[in-house]
């Protein structure tokens, strides 16, 4: 009699094997859980927050704004600083920028895009600077100070090295210099006021910066751009399209160009013709 084969557990019927093949499929190509959508209540939990935090930044950012178009120590502030690096960099010096963790990478950014203005600027890291980093600070730059507490200990330990010649400013949340720790014993200091409207942990149940680094960043390009605009006038787009033709910047600027001129050609080919 033949034997049953797919009565032995090494062979299950075909058809089983078929509908486990099946649900093997379904199982490795469905989501372990169904995708968000607006209407779900955890996409629409999401969807505040992410709303919550954009509209954040733009209350901060309108806020400081306000500050910069009505408060005569934050304009004050902006005039004096613009016209520190503008001097500076006249001079052959350049605008050290140093900052501490987050305000750190802002400091970077702020470099970044002065160098891209043709400004001169470098930054300092605080623990290097006391390991001998500080040769790189000249009789001819200024010092910029990035801290939301200003009192961070690492620039205030650093500050008892920098010379009293050198000029200091700082981007902080303070409002007066009497205030802040860090430029209060500096008879010529410099404040760029950055504060933010409310705590982060208010806004958000966490101290994590980010409010305070986004108004931060933007009083930097503040600074850099108006610095360029004092320094090259008209020509700072030219400035900028020299110090940066990589990228889809530099490929955009190079197809303007290159429109220019094929038109420019063209032009003249017609008035000799």
């Known amino acids: 009699m033949a034997s049953i084969m797919y009565n032995s557990p090494e062979s299950p019927p075909s058809d089983m094997q078929s509908s486990h093949g099946v649900k093997r499929r379904r199982s490795e190509s469905a989501p372990l859980t169904p995708p968000l959508a ?7 939990r999401i969807l505040s927050r992410g709303v919550h935090v954009l509209s954040t930044a733009a209350t901060a950012l309108s806020q400081v704004t306000i500050l910069y178009q009505s408060d005569h120590v934050a304009r004050n502030g902006l005039l004096r600083a613009v016209e520190c690096a503008t001097r500076v960099n006249e001079a052959g010096g350049k605008l050290i920028i140093c900052g501490v963790g987050k305000s750190g990478l802002v400091a970077r950014k702020m470099v970044a895009t002065m160098k891209s203005l043709g400004l001169g600027s470098s930054f300092l890291h605080a623990a290097e600077a ?3 980093d500080l040769g790189d600070i000249r009789p001819t730059d200024a010092l910029l100070f990035i801290s939301f507490s200003g009192k961070t200990p690492e620039l205030l330990h650093l500050l008892h090295h920098v010379p009293q010649s050198t000029p200091i400013m700082a981007i902080t949340a303070h409002t007066k210099v009497a205030e802040c720790p860090i430029l209060r014993d500096r ?4 404040l760029l006021p950055a504060p933010i409207h409310e705590p982060e942990e208010v806004s958000f149940g966490v101290c994590a910066p980010t409010t305070s680094t986004t108004v931060a960043i933007a009083i930097g390009d503040m600074l850099a751009l108006t610095v360029a605009e004092a320094m090259h006038r008209e020509e700072t787009r030219g400035v900028f399209q020299k110090n940066h033709p990589g990228g889809a910047i530099g490929a955009r ?19 000799t013709s």
């Not at 008879?187 to 410099?190: K, S, V």
């Not at 197809?255 to 003249?268: C, D, M, P, V, Y």
Request: hydrophobic share 20%.
């Open 38 to 44: 607006p209407n779900d209540p955890e996409g629409a």
């Open 130 to 132: 006391i390991h001998g």
């Open 187 to 190: 008879l010529d200091a410099i």
């Open 253 to 271: 600027v190079q197809g303007k160009e290159g429109h220019a001129e094929e038109s420019t050609k063209r032009k003249k080919n017609k008035t």
